[in-house]
């Protein structure tokens, strides 16, 4: 047999109907995820055709968008941004409700932004075909699972028949080669490779990610990387499974049990890229190479080392952007102030990064005149974190510890920046306004973010880890 690449069999495994030159392929999904934000119309496209779910039990629901990361007041009401915000919620409730589909709800201790709660649960598992109406869906790769975002209209078409008409995407493998220096993770990463490759170098590719730099990734790692596909234009980014997806997935609530769990494992090893199988394109980085990062544009790939200027020249392009940020080309990152740093999103907002942030906190203030939000990405990531005292290391530094949510990635819930100010954000997006009507974003690692709350200015982390690191020896 000719070898095959992850994707090929993960694809392979849930085809009802093959492609033909006029018609995509209906695949089969294993796991629906959904959310409040892009859920409604498609409950509402049912309700009018008078159709039902087909399968509530592939289906599987959470409130983060839209969710206020303050608890609700004296009266129980929850202090949502808008009126449409609280209908979005209610319209969840009331659509899971009627259709029996399991829904994280403002109070389940199991709730958190929907690429947390999914591996969490352990519902989501290699080999799978994960869809939701949310780009950011690529994260699920990380476990070795064809996972992509789709539209509103295509949750409707899930929702109805579990099935999903998509065009193959051609295959990329990005290899990360040699071993990354200490102080460098998935963000940086990341980062790096959509500098490399740019916003579009992904478009019409489905990514695996390969080499030495990431196998070497915790799953959270994994997951930051994964995360990050969509922002290089792909359609999705999958990682091969190996003992420690295996290891992370052992025991939690959905994953398979016992007799079952002993076949699930064989298989899911079985599901790498085999030997001589071929991409359509090849993309080699050099890890050893990378260093933290930060965006200074208004496009995840306007990316550059942390401890560097920002390039001289921008380009056209470059320029408008610096117009819009006020950072000057050529500029050094460590001269340019920040007004705000928000830590959390479905990209960094793990337990591994908020002991990141953390161990750059501990014992430190944040500077004067700089806000600090951290917002955990699920209720189990706050009661771990909680456990380990974490959120009162950013309490004592003087940063704000509130509930799971998307929060100010995407500033939905309320949760925002003031006109004009700067923003180090450890999530994944730097458009123009995403944070808030004028706000300037730089992204960075978790790390990365801490250090510049700290320094009021974007700062090199990788003193204070190697700081954190020699006092926990
Ligand atoms: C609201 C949702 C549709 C959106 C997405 O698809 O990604 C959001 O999660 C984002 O990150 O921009
Ligand atoms: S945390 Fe941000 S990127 Fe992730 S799903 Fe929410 S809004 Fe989208």
């Known amino acids: 047999m000719k070898p095959q690449t992850l994707f090929d069999k993960v694809w392979a495994r849930h085809v009802v109907v093959e ?102 649960l352990g519902a989501t598992r290699p080999g799978m075909t994960i869809v939701c109406g949310d780009s950011h869906t690529s994260t699920h790769g990380a476990f070795g699972a064809l996972a992509f975002g789709i539209g509103t209209t295509e949750v409707g078409h899930v929702l109805a028949t579990q099935c999903l008409l998509q065009r193959r ?9 040699g071993r990354l220096q200490p102080g460098v993770g998935a963000k940086d990463m990341a980062l790096a490779m959509i500098a490399t490759i740019g916003a579009d170098g992904g478009r019409g590719y489905a990514i695996e990610y390969a080499g030495k730099a990431v196998r070497s990734l915790t799953m959270e790692g994994r997951m930051t ?48 890229t085999d030997e001589g199988a071929a991409f359509d394109r090849e993309v080699f980085i050099d890890a050893a190479e990378i260093r933290p990062m930060a965006t200074y544009g208004v496009s995840p790939d306007a990316a550059a080392p942390v401890d560097g200027p920002v390039p001289a020249d921008p380009g056209e392009a470059g320029r408008a952007a610096a117009d819009y940020m006020r950072i000057a080309p050529g500029q050094r990152f460590s001269e340019i102030r920040v007004d705000r740093v928000f830590i959390g999103s479905c990209t960094n907002s793990r337990l591994s990064d908020l002991r990141e942030a953390a161990a750059v906190l501990r014992g430190r203030k944040v500077k004067e005149g700089v806000t600090v939000l951290v917002a955990p990405g699920s209720e189990a990531v706050r009661s771990a974190a909680e456990a380990e005292g974490l959120h009162e290391v950013f309490l004592a530094a003087g940063a704000e510890w509130r509930l799971p949510g998307c929060s100010m990635c995407i500033a939905m819930n309320g949760d925002k920046g003031e006109p004009g100010e700067l923003v180090v954000s450890t999530s994944n997006r730097n458009f123009m306004g995403r944070q808030g009507k004028g706000v300037r974003t730089v992204l960075a690692s978790p790390a990365t973010a801490a250090a510049s709350a700290v320094e009021g200015r974007i700062a090199d982390p990788r003193p204070y880890l190697e700081q954190a690191e020699r006092m926990a020896s």
């Open 19 to 120: 492609e033909a030159a006029d018609a995509p392929a209906v695949l089969y999904i294993d796991l629906h995820l959904i959310h409040e934000v892009t859920s409604p119309q498609a409950f509402a496209a049912l309700a009018e055709r008078g159709l039902k779910v087909r399968r509530p039990d592939r289906t599987l629901a959470t409130l983060d968008h839209s969710t206020p990361t303050r608890p609700p007041g004296p009266d129980g009401e929850w202090p949502y941004a808008s009126p449409e915000a609280k209908a979005q919620v209610e319209a969840l409730q009331r659509n899971c409700a009627a259709h029996g589909i399991r829904l994280l709800g403002l109070d389940d201790p199991r709730r958190g932004i929907v690429h947390v709660i999914g591996p969490e």
């Open 169 to 177: 995407p051609r295959t990329m493998r990005v290899t990360f080669g």
């Open 225 to 272: 990387l994964c995360n990050m596909s969509i922002e290089a234009g792909a359609r999705c980014g999958m990682i091969a499974p190996d003992e420690k997806t295996v290891e992370w997935l052992e025991g939690r609530e959905l994953a398979p049990k016992g007799e079952a769990w002993t076949r699930a494992v064989e298989d899911w090893l079985s599901l790498s």
